[in-house]
């Protein structure tokens, strides 16, 4: 199944008062993703860690680079396909799949950041 979703990082903004304060910025251009099919073993290695994976994608692996600009913690909103909401999730890990894309294991909600 393909989808749309938008890269967030991490960033210093500045607030009202002019300080400086952690918040999560999400790019304003999409990415088109393939989801793929969480595998069991990884879903319940992950399960005895303390993480619960809800999803794994296929992204190209430039635009994703490209968009993460060495972000330590990257974040992604998912659209669903059938309600057309839009979801939050963690990247937890990546992997290179083959020259031209990117693996996300997603953990489902922001997680360690300020919204």
Known sequence: MYGKCWLGKEELVENELGEKEK?????????????????RAEFYQAMSTGLNIEKVISINKYEYYETKNNAKRVFIKVEDTFTLELIDYTVIREYTKDS??????LKRGIENASA
């Open 100 to 105: 031209d894309n990117v693996l996300l294991t």
């Open 23 to 39: 918040s999560i910025v999400f790019d304003n251009s999409f990415l088109l993703f393939e989801e793929k099919e969480v595998k």
